[in-house]
């Protein structure tokens, strides 16, 4: 089953990968369970899109006045949500002051919720 990690961090200036997301990402890689991940650009560079009367609303930023923001995410491949979590507890990001937030996708083959 795949989950979505969101990693949540203060907004803050971007410092850049650090060497232990590296070293995460490596090790997630080589045994197949990551699928995917990318870093986010900052608060400052996001749109939120809404239709209103069947026209666009474009406005900037996430969330307003939020501490927080989404930093990166990541997509895993874990045969269930006890071993998701546990890749999740690895992650850099669930240490110093950051949190990890793990998503369940709903199953592909339309048997509903698992």
């Not at 923001?69 to 491949?77: L, M, Q, R, S």
Request: without cysteine.
């Amino acid at each position: 089953m795949r989950y979505l990690f969101l990693v949540h961090e203060p907004d803050v200036p971007d410092r850049g990968p650090t060497p232990d997301i590296e070293d995460w990402v490596r090790r997630h890689d080589a045994d197949g369970s990551r699928v995917l991940g990318e870093r986010l650009r900052p608060a400052a560079d996001v749109r939120r899109v809404q239709v209103t009367d069947g026209r666009p609303v474009v406005t900037d930023g996430p969330f307003a006045e939020s501490k927080e923001v989404i930093g990166g995410f990541d997509v895993v491949e874990a045969p269930d949500l006890a071993t998701a979590l546990a890749i999740a507890a690895e992650h850099p990001g669930a240490w110093g002051g950051s949190t990890v937030e793990v998503h369940p996708f709903w199953p592909t083959d339309g048997a509903g919720p698992a």
